[in-house]
């Protein structure tokens, strides 16, 4: 028992293991990193909240299915969350802003450099490292674990929108939410996440507007939006556009530098609507108010006329009779002539 209480750290990665957590493990409760990364296990446990001083949790490509535990939220020390290359499902929890350790500037560096130095002084030289993939390739973090501050998702089977509030996680550094089934638009106030280093939400099915805010992101080393189902132009700012066209590719309504797709006849059809079709529709209603204007004027002038002009009047009744009597006395000539064929055919 005492063992488990000053567990400070478990490492079992890439070990074979199957099936469950040991429930054992909530009685540690000083641990601050656990990596069980690649692995066969089955579902992350509830009680994974109960261990308040974790910091470090690495569970990517262990098999992992269900939901992502609301429970994760009450870990205010973490700043590394690696659930990638799983099977999980379900939405992503709206309550990681309670992540303080991500939302708060210097929350856990103290904390985090005693236990780093209560490890120094009993095993000697010995300094934890964990292997990490904040950019597209791994990284091993030794002493500057403690700058980290990621939460990688990726390759996993999520749903739902991206949660409004991740945009609270201002100290984030690296988000890697790619390769899931995300739906719903970026959040409009992402460019508030000024640290960020790194975001990838390609192989998605987000839609709307690249968020002007993001322009502000300008420590960005890594952008990957593509395959997507963004529109519009893309932002412009000095890091967004260095980005090579291939991170914005796969969405077919976006446009703008560095895509060679121009946004010109885009916004044309874009900026008429909603106030290009009311234009329209004045255009449409003036021109019908017009005709039935000129209808209504042109029959009464020619009714007036005939009213009031006893030869035009005459004329005209003149000339309607002899229509009628063309018109009478041709088809009658067509009808003989079409009875007198159909006799010939019976013979």
């Known amino acids: 028992m005492g063992a488990l209480v000053n567990l400070q750290s478990l490492r079992i990665q890439n070990n074979g293991i199957y099936g469950y957590i040991p429930s054992s493990l909530k009685k540690c409760s000083n641990i601050w990193l656990i990596d069980m990364g690649d692995n066969h296990l089955s579902i992350i446990p509830l009680w994974i909240g109960e261990l308040t001083n974790l910091t470090v949790l690495r569970l990517r490509s262990s098999e992992f299915k269900g939901y992502i535990p609301q429970q994760i939220c009450q870990l205010s020390s973490l700043i590394v969350l690696d659930l990638a290359n799983n099977s999980l499902s379900g939405s992503i929890p709206n309550c ?14 103290i904390s985090f450099s005693s236990m780093s130095f209560i490890y120094s002084y009993m095993y000697g030289s010995y300094v ?10 791994e990284m ?95 932002p412009s700012s000095n890091q967004l556009q260095s980005f090579d066209a291939v991170r914005y590719i796969g969405n077919p309504q976006l446009c703008g530098d560095p895509l060679p797709k121009n946004c010109t006849i885009e916004e044309q059809s874009l900026n008429r609507s909603p106030i290009g079709s009311v234009e329209d529709d004045s255009k449409n209603s003036n021109f019908y108010i017009g005709m039935g204007v000129g209808f209504a004027t042109g029959f009464w002038a020619i009714c007036g006329a ?9 004329a005209y009744f003149r000339f309607a009779d002899e229509i009628k009597d063309w018109i009478y006395v041709t088809t009658m000539i067509k009808m003989n002539l079409l009875e007198k064929l159909r006799v010939c055919l019976n013979k």
Request: proline share 5%; no cysteine; hydrophobic share 40%.
């Open 306 to 314: 005939l009213f009031f002009n006893r030869t035009w009047r005459h």
């Open 96 to 109: 990681l802003k309670n992540i303080s350790a991500m939302a708060l500037p210097d929350f856990n560096i």
């Open 128 to 137: 934890e490292n964990v292997q990490l993939v904040p950019k597209e390739k």
């Open 140 to 234: 091993e973090y030794e002493e500057n674990l403690i700058l980290v501050r990621l939460i990688d998702l990726s390759s996993n089977n999520l749903s739902g929108s991206i949660p409004a509030e991740i945009s609270d996680l201002s100290e984030l550094r690296f988000l890697n939410l790619s390769r899931n089934h995300l739906m719903g638009k970026i959040p409009e106030k992402i460019g508030s996440l000024k640290e960020l280093e790194s975001v990838d939400l390609s192989q998605n099915h987000l839609s709307g507007k690249i968020p002007p805010s993001m322009s502000n992101l300008t420590f960005l080393g890594l952008l990957d939006l593509s395959y997507n189902d963004l529109s519009g132009r893309i």
